[in-house]
């Protein structure tokens, strides 16, 4: 004889289509994200080095001078600023290009193991550039300089004596005086960044004579404060290249050193919203739905 369960038919049914309705809805939320502005800046220059950063251009070697920040989440940098030399007398009319760049840190973007030009290649910026942007390409960036001090004095420089192992050590080139100018970069297309270390390398391009990128304290006094790890500044020419050297550890045994900048923008990370895994709770709630149904109208189906 067949038992029939007519009186639990309905509220199980409800109950199921209600679990069911529940879990779509919140399986229908997706993850949500926290966007928050990004800052960064390495502090005020410190008067102990100037290091060349400059673009190739005819009978010119191209130099890149780096130093490190952190994007905490997947960041857009839409605005940089940085610090540095021109000769006395120049004019800001003498600007003729700008560059800038993000490396990530060897061994990403990079032939490894390296070539062994370089003492060593730990904590260095890669191989080759992540993203550039440059004033010669038409919507990358738009930029002005403004003349912070018609004279400035750094105790050291390094420009030309950036050299394979064994001659890195130079002890630098003396120190230099020029007119201390800021250089405040729109992005007009922006830096995207995914969550990780990088270095920043501006450039810039004279008609006559070498910018120099001046040095900030390390670790970071002022601007947006210290972290770690605070990588040094590197450097290199277009003879060292791929490879790179500590400014401070390699070529001039003083320092470390920091670089003069300051990014912006916005970053991007999860909110920890969690993403339901709906097959699985549905069976879950299922199952549930279906021992609670039948053990509150204490029967269980019988069939023939």
């Known amino acids: ?4 369960l007519v009186p639990s038919t309905a509220p199980m ?8 309705m529940v879990f779509s809805g919140l399986a229908s939320v997706p993850s949500a994200h926290a966007i928050t502005p990004f800052n960064f800046s390495s502090g005020s220059p410190d008067g102990l080095i100037g290091m060349a950063s400059r673009p190739q251009s005819p009978g010119v070697v191209e130099i890149e001078a780096a130093d490190d920040f952190i994007a905490t989440g997947d960041t857009t940098v839409n ?3 940085f610090i ?3 000769p006395s007398g120049a004019s800001l009319l003498d600007v003729t290009q700008l560059n800038v760049e993000m490396y990530r840190v060897f061994p990403l973007d990079s032939v490894n193991p390296p070539s062994g030009n370089a ?15 440059s004033s010669a390409v038409v919507g990358d960036l738009a930029f002005t300089a403004t003349i912070l001090a018609i004279s400035f004095t750094v105790a050291n420089t390094v420009v030309n004596g950036i050299n ?3 001659n890195q050590f130079t002890g630098g080139e003396g120190p230099a005086t020029g007119e201390e100018v800021s250089f405040d970069v729109t992005l007009i297309n922006p830096f995207t960044l995914p969550h990780d270390h990088y270095f920043f390398v501006p450039q810039v391009e004279l008609a006559s004579g070498n910018f120099l990128w001046l040095s900030a304290p390390r670790p970071i006094v002022g601007g947006t404060g210290p972290f770690t790890p605070d990588l040094q500044a590197w450097i290199r020419d277009g003879n060292l290249a791929p490879d790179w050297l500590r400014v401070g550890t390699d070529i001039t045994h003083q320092g470390p050193f920091n670089g003069v900048f300051s990014l912006s923008g916005t970053s991007t990370s999860a909110a920890g919203v969690p993403e339901f895994p709906l097959p699985a709770i ?3 709630a299922i199952a549930l739905a279906v021992v609670a149904g ?3 109208f204490g029967s269980t189906p019988n069939f023939p």
């Open 294 to 296: 039948l053990r509150r």
């Open 13 to 20: 049914v409800l109950l199921l289509l209600s679990v069911g």
């Open 84 to 86: 540095g030399l021109l």
């Open 119 to 133: 003492p060593t290649r730990v904590n260095s910026p890669s191989d080759f550039a992540f993203e550039s942007r």
């Open 164 to 166: 394979k192992v064994p």
């Open 79 to 81: 605005h940089a600023t």
């Open 1 to 4: 004889m067949m038992r029939t």
């Open 282 to 284: 549905l069976v879950g």
